[in-house]
């Protein structure tokens, strides 16, 4: 597992997730130039009650503030995939 696996899953704790899987993409992208910037990509899936009541875009929004500072360098791109328990 890579460091910045390991670092999002930390952040995404603070969420409360009852199921948390992230994926390491950036091989697929070698050559890319987010990937040449040091930015990886990654692949998102996480089910937590904190997602109840909340669309789509306000879920993403707040994955986003909750990793805050590795969105600005360690993460170039991060496919979502947010749902609540009863969404399963």
Same mark, same amino acid.
């Given at each position: 597992? *890579? &460091? ?5 899953? !930390? ?6 997730p #009852?199921?948390?899987d %992230?994926? &390491? &993409? *950036?091989a ?16 998102? !899936?996480?089910? *937590? *009650? ?5 669309? @789509?875009?306000?879920?993403? @929004?707040? %994955?986003?503030?909750?990793?805050? #500072?590795?969105?600005?360098? @360690?993460?170039?791109a991060?496919a %979502?995939?947010a749902?609540?328990? #009863? #969404?399963?």
């Open positions: 597992m *890579s &460091d910045t696996v390991q670092l999002l899953e !930390t952040a995404l704790r603070q969420l409360a #009852e199921h948390l %992230i994926q &390491d &993409d *950036s697929l992208h070698a050559g890319h130039a987010g990937a040449k910037g040091g930015g990886g990509h990654y692949t998102l !899936t996480i089910v *937590s *009650s904190r997602f109840a009541g909340l669309g @789509r875009v306000q879920r993403h @929004r707040l %994955i986003y503030q909750t990793l805050g #500072e590795l969105m600005a360098g @360690r993460v170039h991060l %979502i995939r749902l609540t328990p #009863e #969404e399963l």
